[in-house]
């Protein structure tokens, strides 16, 4: 149980495009999603925690404009990276959680999504 | 606020050797402390965790943690490494909803 995927696994794209990743629970509902970015031989960076139906939360430094984050549904988050340059190619995971279904306060990571702007 | 420091970014064990993996926590509430492993492209996997409760924690692939309150440490161990266990690990703190990663400590098996 408590699986998660992410779409694509990876991403090739010209600079100044647009890329959107998506993150699925499932088996479980996701009432917070996390987004993380992560640089080669890096450790993983918080990007923004989203809870399904409001705005999500962006970490101090990270663009609200540029990285884009829907939460639309208690299974599906979303991460656009707008005008996409070469400084955002990277690894981006996601992870969710589910406080209410007593999964505690765990997080369960996608498998990533690499992404290379050209 | 939390944080973890990891001592040591890369660790190179024999095979059948023991794997011993050095964390160090700050946070100012009761903390809850992972493991995760991190194979080359993929995403993470937990380990193990510490939630309360016993301080050692027992988790998969034969890897366990000890909570020590003391030292602010939870160290991983593992008796015998297995060529397999060559992967990134990272351990973490939450105090809140957030996760706070340490470096990562790269492990890498001699045969």
């Known amino acids: 149980g408590a699986v998660v995927s992410q779409h694509p696994s990876r991403v090739i794209c010209k600079s100044g495009t647009s890329v959107k990743i998506e993150c699925r629970s499932l088996?479980?509902?996701?009432?917070?999603m996390f987004w993380y970015r992560q640089f080669p031989k890096k450790s993983l960076m918080l990007m923004a925690t989203?809870?399904?139906?409001?705005?999500?939360?962006?970490e101090q430094g990270v663009e609200k404009d540029k990285f884009l984050i829907n939460h639309a549904s208690l299974t599906l988050s979303t991460l656009t990276v707008t005008s996409a340059h070469p400084e955002d190619s990277s690894f981006y995971i996601c992870?969710?959680?589910?406080?209410?279904?007593?999964?505690?306060?765990?997080?369960?990571f996608g498998p990533g999504t690499r992404l290379t702007v050209l | 606020a939390q944080s973890v420091t990891q001592l040591g970014s890369h660790v190179s064990v024999s095979e059948g050797a023991l794997v011993l993996l050095r964390c160090n926590y700050s946070?100012?509430?009761?903390?809850?402390l992972f493991w995760y492993v991190q194979y080359p492209n993929q995403g993470l996997q937990l380990l193990l965790k510490?939630?309360?409760?016993?301080?050692l924690v027992k988790g998969i692939n034969g890897f366990e943690a000890e909570f020590k309150k003391s030292e602010t440490s939870f160290h991983l161990t593992k008796p015998s490494a297995h060529m397999s266990d060559a992967a990134e690990y990272f351990c973490?703190?939450?105090?809140?909803?957030?996760?706070?990663f340490g470096a990562g400590t790269t492990v890498t098996v001699r045969a």
């Open positions: 946070s100012s509430v009761p903390p809850y």
């Open positions: 992870s969710a959680r589910d406080l209410g279904a007593g999964l505690g306060i765990e997080q369960f």
């Open positions: 973490a703190v939450s105090g809140d909803y957030k996760l706070s």
């Open positions: 510490y939630t309360t409760g016993a301080t």
């Open positions: 989203s809870n399904e139906g409001s705005k999500a939360t962006y």
């Open positions: 088996d479980f509902q996701a009432t917070t």
